[in-house]
């Protein structure tokens, strides 16, 4: 296939070479012979004189004979004439021939001033010729004469010379031709060997196999598409080992919530006490729910892994945020939590983000749910929305047992609970599944210093942040303020309701 792209533009470039050729030939053809013709022509008018009675002649006839015969050769004939001009641009008809042939043809210009000559086509007893006239005048003392010397060559036969030149020309175009194809095709194939051992090397490939490619003797100009492959490959072996991975973590966590609900329905089974087997069922009961909250974890982490595809569009980040805290409102104060919502900003200003709404609300539900879980009773959580110069944050805030700064980064590892042992149970995915999800909308998770905690400690402050975006459009403006009302009189309805509870 190369070769088929390289070949056609070898040709064309000598192709264009050979017109070049062709006319630089011609010229240079052309230029030789006129030159040539016009130096016998001056060395016939050389040999002009005037004798002591005034009369033109030649003066030694050894000129026209050597001419004859070196002439004869070259298809060449002259005449030699004395003319009497009667006007400017014509040639008279008094003339007499001084010597050669006489009836060879006239310029049908008259040459311009003294040794001035003029070069012109004609026909000469049938035949094409190319011509040249000079023109001589001579003098001795007060007398001058006039001469014309003309001399033909045949046109065929320089035509001929130069067509013979064009042949050799083309026949060395052809050689050139054809031995740089060969040296293309031999060079192509030595460039194209080494792609040929790496066509080799995948193809006997067990399909498992995600070694690189070795690159060794591969072109420059193809060791980019090589480099570019086996980063390909590196990505997609990290993508099957964390999947490896994280099938091996999630069948571990799984086997032992399976385990203890066999064994506690095996107990249910056994117990002949109404009360103790209902006892056993609740902790049954108990035990789904966190497997459940498990597996859906387990989904959401699974599903952050493959989120490039999901839709993404400008989402208000300041309304998901308020939807997010009234999600969770009740299991805060069911544990006797102050949770809160903070907006430093405008009222009613909005954070436009480009995003996936489901995604975010999956990373502020896990945030706010680990602040709720592993946070004590009478604990503060805040969620508060700031705007950066070229981002926004939210931070999830609040004064629990908090992680140390060394651990923190231990915190985002899957099934880890880096500095929460034994504050309370939890799958350590919420972290995980927030970060994964932030990355995939360019943006990211940190973790920071919380507020003072019971124990004069910190508590952990986990701050998510994404890139602004344009404006949201009038339409969705009218629609995230209707929402924004009825969040706000939810908020109202829901904290009456729960200060009427409070005071019963």
């Known amino acids: 296939m190369l070769l088929l792209l390289l070949l056609p533009v070898i040709v064309a470039l000598i192709a264009l070479d050979s017109v070049n050729d062709y006319r630089t030939l011609s010229d240079t053809t052309n230029t030789a ?22 009369k033109l002649q030649v003066e030694s006839s050894l000129h026209a004979r050597l001419l004859e015969r070196t002439q004869a050769r070259l298809h060449r004939h002259f005449r030699i004439e004395e003319i009497e001009p009667i006007s400017v641009g014509a ?72 067509l013979r030149a064009r042949g050799q020309e083309a026949w060395r175009d052809l050689l050139m031709l054809l031995l740089e194809s060969v040296l293309l095709w031999v060079g192509v194939d030595w460039v194209l060997r080494p792609l040929r051992r790496l066509s080799r090397e995948v193809t006997v490939r067990s399909p498992d196999d995600l070694t690189p490619l070795d690159d060794r003797g591969v072109p420059s100009e193809v060791a980019p598409l090589v480099q570019a492959i086996n980063l390909h490959l590196d990505r997609h072996r990290q993508m099957l080992e964390e999947r490896a991975q994280f099938l091996a973590d999630a069948s571990h966590q799984l086997r032992t919530p399976l385990a203890i609900l066999s064994t506690q329905a095996q107990y249910a089974l056994r117990e002949a006490d109404p ?88 990373i502020l539900a896990n945030l706010i749910h680990n602040a709720i879980h592993y946070s004590p009773a009478g604990a503060r959580i805040t969620v508060a929305l700031a705007e950066k110069l070229d981002r926004y944050e939210v931070a999830v805030i609040d004064s ?74 009038a339409e969705s403006k009218t629609e995230n303020c209707q929402k924004n009302d009825s969040i706000a009189k939810g908020f109202s309805l829901f904290s009456e309701k729960i200060h009427w509870f409070e005071r019963k």
């Open 33 to 54: 012979y006129d030159t040539s013709l016009l130096a016998s022509a001056r060395m016939l008018s050389g040999g002009l004189l005037l004798d002591e009675s005034g």
């Open 91 to 162: 040639l008279s008809t008094r003339e007499r021939t001084l010597a050669g042939t006489a009836d060879l043809p006239h310029p049908p210009s008259w040459p311009a001033g003294q040794d001035g000559e003029v070069f012109f086509d004609a026909v000469y007893r049938g035949v094409p010729v190319h011509a040249v006239a000079v023109l001589r005048v001579v003098q001795r003392g007060q007398v001058s004469r006039e001469a014309l010397v003309v001399v033909t060559e045949n046109a065929i036969w320089r035509s001929g010379i130069e």
């Open 275 to 362: 009360a103790r087997a209902r006892e056993a069922l609740q902790a049954i009961v108990e035990q789904l729910g966190r497997s459940r909250r498990l597996t859906e974890q387990l989904l959401s982490l699974a599903h952050a892994s493959q989120a490039e595809a999901v839709y993404r569009e400008v989402v208000d980040l300041a309304r998901v945020c308020r939807e997010a805290v009234m999600q969770y409102l009740p299991l805060a104060h069911e544990k006797d939590q102050d949770l809160g919502w903070v907006d430093a900003r405008a009222a009613g200003a909005e954070a436009p983000v480009v995003a996936g709404e489901v995604e975010l609300r999956e």
């Open 400 to 473: 629990g047992p908090g992680i140390p700064e060394s651990l923190r980064e231990r915190a985002f590892e899957r099934f880890e609970r880096a500095g929460r042992l034994g504050a309370a149970e939890g799958s350590g995915l919420g972290l995980s599944i927030a970060r994964a999800y932030a990355r995939c909308n360019r943006g990211g998770i940190d973790l920071r210093d919380g507020e003072v905690n019971a124990t004069g400690g910190q508590g952990l402050c986990a701050v998510l942040w994404l890139p602004r975006s344009p404006e949201i459009s």
